[in-house]
């Protein structure tokens, strides 16, 4: 594992005695978006935070029913929608959109204007997450899945968004240089598609209800258009300019990157019917949502290859960048989670995975094993370049990777062996229904388990995060590496 | 890529294409269904929901109850759901439903709460399962009158608390009750089986009573070996003194969960509204587009209102 000399561990360095006009340029890029960054990724912590904690306390109410059961506000069925409403809306939503900001500045090569609107803006984002928790907790759930909170909530969303996002977008009119990167393409489809999504949702939904099923055709068009083009676009983008930035050399490919960009937005946001495989609807809705979910396959696959061909040869930087080991395993993850998309959506398959764990597996699989990676990643990348300290110990990052992909791991496989169990007993009337319960059981522990490590990764990052916020990182000019360089690597970023 | 223009109509038109494509022209397709009526313009179904079961349905959305009870049923050709029956009630034990869901099952529903996992059983035709709402005050005390001796005689300690207000209440209670909650017999948990409780106190499975009971305490009328994962809903009950006599709705229940002598457990209104909503929920009637598994199921084929022939299997077996 030896890293040959011609990796260039050197990352760009922000110091202001660099003569370089491009790093000074960069410098002061970075500190336009430093408050709004910075509070997004903070906001973001504190829900993930409590998203953790409410996820460990649902997994384990799962499988022990009788635990805090008897206050209306602690029952499973209302913690559940908090828990998750909190970890997309509160934390992947702001995570997101610190990430998005940074580098769309980045790219555009502009500062950030207007700062203290996006600051206004996080702050209406927030309060908007709280009044919806509080709405779900007091039993005014609206009851279609992702779309939880009250109507009232997803109006201060929204106001929050177009403070927030008009800003973003409009970083594109000051850009300079006429090439628009990669990353690029993502953000802006990202930042168009929101909108849109959501307030066709609420819309339909809430100001000119659709008639029966058509609700929950529109309800699971949403989330899986809010995983896909809102929160798994900024994730690619992101992976987009991390992967290349950090190993030093260009994306492999452009025309593949095309392909897989056009490919993802024709394909992915056709998936939505496929969470209702053979439900109540007219048979061609869904069978057109499982022919978009297997030609997901060619973005998936125009997309890995890129990414791999790019780091072709780099892998072994892995070892000692945080980002890269983050976004690299988000990005393989992206991979999983859209060939198991494919297996629960299929109906032959669909028939032992439907209505059992698995979805929840897949959920995850998305949002966490792909999305939340990446964005640990690029948090671990932007952070230094804000506060201007480096990452101060290199064992809690190490720590932090490994409990959380352990984590995510043995969740995954836990939900999707113990949906494969429950989904075949489901489907043998001769068993009686409970016991396809009871053959989830043991995995449901499992699963609590696995939450328990996430729980330890998720708190040794916040305590680093912490670190960094209060200035006590380290003051150096050189990257905080996962391993020690040895003499080869040391020299290539001398 | 050089120019917003193309980027930005790319993204504007892979976006229109999908949402005009699973939502815009679904929505023309089924988005506006009329009940379904035979000639004469009767025996209508779907029909709009009692107000209680229409709150009820809030009740449900909002404690989450979706995440773990579906409310649809698949095709029969590849699934289990229809050859699928309860775990509970009498042998031969209720289906889980005798055809599959269509989009005009749902007409009225809001949110509609199709579900996602089956942690439970399905209960899109749960109020079928139950017995039938007349019978019951006349039939069950009748049957189950005898019965009430050797459950006090084989635990007498676990009966000494509930047993004695139930004594003491059940001799008038069959008189009472039977007139008063007629005019809302769907909507109440009917008060007959809280006085006759059968062999294990449980009240008929799928009843409205068994359902309060069920959402209080489920774990307590767990059927197989393996216990009930659901949460308890006690919050949605009431413990008062009893003043009096004792209320009509109070649940019947033994063993730990039961109150001191001289409380009792009512329902809040909000359980009776879930409960009404439960018992409200049928899809067992038959739809012109939906082909039964069997050709025109026979049991299917009887209207909810007046079944003639179901109910006398119920209350002779329990």
């Known amino acids: 594992m030896t890293p040959t000399a011609d990796i260039p561990l050197k990352e760009p360095v922000i110091s202001a005695a660099a003569s370089d006009a491009e790093q000074l340029e960069r410098a002061r890029i970075d500190a336009s978006t430093r408050v709004p960054v910075l509070m997004f990724y903070a906001s973001a912590m504190v829900w993930l935070l409590i998203g953790t904690l409410l996820a460990g306390f649902v997994s384990f109410k799962l499988h022990s029913p009788d635990w805090f059961s008897d206050v209306s506000f602690l029952t499973w069925g209302r913690l559940r929608p908090v828990h998750m409403n909190v970890m997309v809306y509160g934390w992947a939503s702001m995570a997101a959109m610190g990430t998005a900001i940074w580098l769309m500045a980045r790219l555009c090569r502009t500062t950030l204007r207007h700062p203290l609107l996006i600051v206004a803006g996080i702050w209406f984002w927030n309060i908007g997450v709280l009044i919806g928790v509080i709405g779900i907790l007091m039993g005014y759930s609206t009851g279609y899945d992702w779309l939880e909170f009250p109507p009232y909530a997803a109006v201060v969303l929204f106001v929050a968004y177009a403070l927030i996002m008009s800003w973003a977008v409009l970083m594109f009119r000051f850009r300079r240089g006429d090439q628009i990167y990669i990353t690029q393409w993502y953000l802006l489809g990202a930042f168009l598609w929101f909108p849109w999504l959501y307030a066709a949702a609420q819309a339909m939904l809430f100001v000119v209800p659709v008639q029966g099923v058509m609700q929950a055709a529109v309800g699971w068009w949403y989330a899986n258009n809010l995983l896909f083009l809102w929160l798994g676009a900024i994730a690619l983008g992101t992976a987009y300019y991390m992967i290349p930035k950090v190993i030093g050399r260009p994306v492999y490919s452009y025309h593949l990157a095309t392909i897989g960009f056009w490919t993802y937005a024709l394909f992915s946001s056709w998936t939505g019917m496929q969470r209702l495989v053979d439900g109540p609807f007219p048979a061609w809705m869904i069978t057109a949502s499982i022919a978009a979910t297997i030609l997901t396959i060619i973005p998936v696959a125009t997309v890995g290859l890129n990414h791999h061909m790019t780091m072709q040869g780099y892998f072994p930087v892995m070892r000692y960048s945080p980002t890269l080991r983050f976004t690299v395993f988000g990005a393989m993850s992206y991979t999983v989670f859209s060939i198991i998309g494919i297996l629960i959506s299929l109906r032959s398959t669909a028939r032992y995975l439907h209505f059992t764990e698995a979805s929840i597996a897949y959920s995850h699989l998305g949002l966490y094993a792909f999305f939340t990676m990446v964005m640990f990643g690029s948090m671990y990348y932007i952070v230094p370049r804000l506060v201007g300290r480096e990452w101060r110990y290199a064992t809690l990052i190490k720590l932090h990777f490994w409990a959380s992909a352990y984590g995510v791991g043995l969740m995954s496989l836990m939900l999707l062996v113990g949906g494969f169990a429950q989904g075949a007993t489901q489907n043998d009337p001769s068993m009686s229904f409970i016991q396809s319960v009871a053959s989830a059981l043991p995995y449901l522990r499992g699963r609590t388990v696995a939450a328990l490590l996430l729980t330890i990764s998720h708190f040794i990052f916040a305590f680093h995060f912490g670190l960094m916020l209060f200035g006590l990182g380290r003051t150096s000019t050189v990257p905080t590496f996962l391993n020690p360089v040895e003499a080869e690597g040391s020299e290539a970023h001398s | ?318």
Not at chain 2, 205 to 224: E, G, N, T, V
Not at chain 2, 266 to 285: E, G, I, K, N
């Open chain 2, 1 to 318: 890529m050089k120019g917003l223009v193309p980027l930005f109509l790319g993204v504007f038109g892979t976006f229109a294409f999908s949402w005009v494509g699973l939502t815009v022209i679904p929505n023309l397709q089924i988005g506006a269904l009329n009940p379904q009526m035979d000639e004469e313009g009767t025996d209508i179904y779907p029909a709009p929901k009692s107000g209680m079961a229409d709150r009820g349905r809030r009740i449900y959305a909002a404690n989450g109850c979706i995440y773990c009870h579906s409310q649809q049923i698949r095709p029969g050709y590849a699934y289990a759901d229809v050859d699928r029956v309860r775990d509970a009630g009498p042998s031969p034990r209720p289906k889980w439903a005798e055809r599959r869901s269509a989009p005009r099952d749902y007409i009225f529903d809001r949110p509609v709460v199709l579900g996602q996992e089956r942690m439970g059983p399905d209960l899109a035709d749960i109020g079928k399962a139950g017995p039938t709402e007349e019978e019951k005050p006349a039939a069950a005390p009748a049957a189950n009158a005898p019965a009430n001796s050797p459950a006090t005689a084989q635990s007498p300690p676990a009966n000494a608390g509930s047993g004695k207000p139930a004594a003491g209440g059940s001799p008038p209670a069959p008189a009472t009750s039977a007139a008063a909650p007629a005019q809302s017999a769907a909507a109440n948990p009917s008060p007959a089986p809280s006085a006759s409780p059968s062999p294990n106190g449980v009240p008929p499975a799928y009843s409205a009573a068994w359902h309060h009971r069920h959402l209080y305490s489920p774990r307590s009328m767990s059927l197989d070996s393996v216990d009930s994962t659901m949460p308890a809903y006690k919050f949605l009950y009431e413990k008062h003194q009893i003043n009096g006599e004792r209320s009509a709705d109070a649940l019947e229940l033994s063993g730990r969960d039961a109150p001191p002598p001289g409380w009792e457990i009512v329902p809040t209104y909000d359980a009776s509204c879930l409960v009404a909503y439960l018992m409200s929920l049928d899809q067992s009637h038959p739809l012109k587009e939906v082909k039964t598994a069997e050709g025109a199921a026979p049991p299917a084929a009887s209207p909810p209102a007046q079944p003639a022939g179901s109910p006398a299997p119920a209350p002779s077996k329990k």
